[in-house]
């Protein structure tokens, strides 16, 4: 690889997005890669999302074109050849296609190789495409990617799976966790905060979406306030203001809150977001679909203990460790598990982060070439399923 050319995401105060470049840019460096940041013109600055749910619509699609608008100039003045990749850090991109039109036309010397990261796409069956009735479409525009990348890199071997069963036909790769920095992320704290010093805090920082279930989140708040006596306040973390695609969350949500049995943090920024995480003693997570979490990593690396289902990519998040996954919908052994992790630190705590801070390198080594034990073309590649990564 000559020259990387990275297509990263628009920031937001509310997502990852606000770290990732950072994340990518410090192994890029420390491995002596020389790469291009292709930027993109943002279409406000108030970083927030409003149409949408995890990026917003009109914000993506307008920085999205305007960074291919400037991969294409650096292609038309030679800056890009066959030597060079192109990494893209989200499959849908508005005007993707635009590469292949021009590369079907030009001699092969300009002709770069082409990476793509998939963070769920209509092979996820709660993914938002879904919400919003757009799989239609969108599989059409995968199937047409398929033709031309590279490479399509999966977070994990149960996406490798969907995206195997849907007739993908692109080399598939899994990076087995998504981009992290973990010193980052540590640093943004000025120390971690032993766990017995810590409130008795569970905390659930995902979405407030269908997809994430925070109806069993507070099914169980409503479950432990019945059974248990203690002093431990259950609370929702927000990097914007609490909106749901389900409104029929809200009302229960807001009785939770004037009955004190739920605390919400809202319109956090990243500092604040972490500062709590310092101070919590378990990140709960019930999520159908988070193909990992960012949220696992920064918990685990901020020393809080980690509590999510034993469902699709959680077990190879959490190498198969039963003493942090519970049954899925089991509000018995979903309690039963938190009532441990209040109160004692799990033994294998900042495991999950150390494996997730290594997920860059291995994009690297597979841009590089250097990454072919993670490639999953085979007929076999169900029987990576089991095996524990770390």
Same mark, same amino acid.
């Given at each position: 690889?000559?020259?990387?050319?990275?297509?990263?995401?628009?920031?937001?105060?509310?997502?990852?997005? /606000?770290?990732?470049?950072?994340?990518?840019?410090?192994?890029?460096?420390?491995?002596?890669?020389?790469?291009?940041?292709?930027?993109?013109?943002?279409?406000?600055?108030?970083?927030?999302?409003?149409?949408?749910?995890?990026?917003?619509?009109?914000?993506?699609?307008?920085?999205?074109?305007?960074?291919?608008?400037?991969?294409?100039?650096?292609?038309?003045?030679?800056?890009?050849?066959?030597?060079?990749?192109? $990494?893209?850090?989200?499959?849908?991109? !508005?005007?993707?296609?635009?590469?292949?039109?021009?590369?079907?036309?030009?001699?092969?010397?300009?002709?770069?190789?082409?990476?793509?990261?998939?963070?769920?796409?209509?092979?996820?069956?709660?993914?938002?495409?879904?919400?919003?009735?757009?799989?239609?479409?969108?599989?059409? $525009?995968?199937?047409?990617?398929?033709?031309?990348?590279?490479?399509?890199?999966?977070?994990?071997?149960?996406?490798?799976?969907?995206?195997?069963?849907?007739?993908?036909?692109? !080399?598939?790769?899994?990076?087995?966790?998504?981009?992290?920095?973990?010193?980052?992320?540590?640093?943004?704290?000025?120390?971690?905060?032993?766990?017995?010093?810590?409130?008795?805090?569970?905390?659930?920082?995902?979405?407030?979406?269908?997809?994430?279930?925070?109806?069993? $989140?507070?099914?169980?708040?409503?479950?432990?306030?019945?059974?248990?006596?203690?002093?431990?306040?259950?609370? /929702?973390?927000?990097?914007?203001?609490?909106?749901?695609?389900?409104?029929?969350?809200?009302?229960?949500?807001?009785?939770?809150?004037?009955?004190?049995?739920?605390?919400?943090?809202?319109?956090?920024?990243?500092?604040?977001?972490?500062?709590?995480?310092?101070?919590?003693?378990?990140?709960?997570?019930?999520?159908?679909?988070?193909?990992?979490?960012?949220?696992?990593?920064?918990?685990?690396?901020?020393?809080?203990?980690?509590?999510?289902?034993?469902?699709?990519?959680?077990?190879?998040?959490?190498?198969?460790?039963?003493?942090?996954?519970?049954? !899925?919908?089991?509000?018995?052994?979903?309690?039963?598990?938190?009532?441990?992790?209040?109160?004692?630190?799990?033994?294998?705590?900042?495991?999950?982060?150390?494996?997730?801070?290594?997920?860059?390198?291995?994009?690297?080594?597979?841009?590089?070439?250097?990454?072919?034990?993670?490639?999953?073309?085979?007929?076999?590649?169900?029987?990576?399923?089991?095996?524990?990564?770390?």
């Amino acid at each position: 690889m000559r020259k990387l050319f990275y297509m990263g995401l628009e920031p937001y105060k509310a997502r990852y997005t /606000l770290q990732l470049q950072d994340w990518n840019e410090a192994v890029f460096k420390r491995r002596g890669i020389n790469y291009v940041i292709v930027p993109g013109e943002t279409l406000s600055n108030d970083q927030t999302i409003v149409t949408g749910q995890v990026l917003d619509a009109h914000g993506r699609t307008y920085f999205g074109m305007s960074q291919l608008m400037n991969l294409i100039k650096m292609m038309k003045a030679g800056e890009v050849n066959s030597d060079d990749i192109i $990494y893209f850090e989200d499959m849908f991109q !508005p005007g993707l296609e635009s590469l292949p039109y021009i590369m079907d036309q030009v001699e092969r010397s300009h002709r770069p190789r082409i990476f793509v990261r998939c963070l769920a796409q209509s092979i996820d069956p709660d993914d938002f495409v879904h919400v919003w009735g757009m799989a239609p479409w969108m599989r059409q $525009y995968e199937l047409m990617l398929n033709e031309f990348v590279d490479g399509v890199l999966a977070s994990n071997e149960e996406m490798v799976m969907h995206m195997k069963v849907a007739g993908w036909k692109a !080399p598939i790769y899994n990076i087995s966790g998504l981009a992290f920095g973990k010193e980052e992320v540590r640093s943004r704290v000025k120390e971690i905060k032993p766990f017995d010093l810590r409130k008795r805090r569970v905390v659930f920082a995902a979405r407030w979406d269908q997809e994430k279930q925070p109806d069993f $989140y507070m099914d169980i708040i409503e479950k432990w306030t019945d059974v248990y006596n203690g002093d431990v306040e259950f609370a /929702l973390l927000s990097g914007a203001k609490l909106r749901s695609n389900n409104n029929s969350y809200m009302e229960r949500t807001l009785r939770l809150e004037r009955e004190g049995k739920l605390k919400i943090y809202s319109d956090l920024d990243k500092n604040e977001y972490y500062e709590l995480l310092n101070d919590s003693r378990v990140l709960f997570n019930c999520a159908l679909q988070d193909w990992v979490s960012n949220t696992v990593s920064e918990a685990d690396a901020l020393g809080c203990n980690v509590l999510y289902p034993a469902y699709r990519s959680f077990p190879e998040t959490f190498a198969n460790d039963p003493g942090r996954m519970y049954i !899925p919908w089991s509000h018995t052994d979903a309690l039963n598990k938190l009532q441990e992790l209040i109160f004692t630190p799990h033994p294998k705590m900042g495991k999950i982060s150390d494996w997730t801070d290594g997920t860059i390198d291995r994009i690297c080594d597979i841009l590089e070439g250097k990454g072919e034990q993670w490639l999953r073309m085979s007929t076999d590649y169900r029987n990576h399923t089991r095996e524990s990564k770390y």
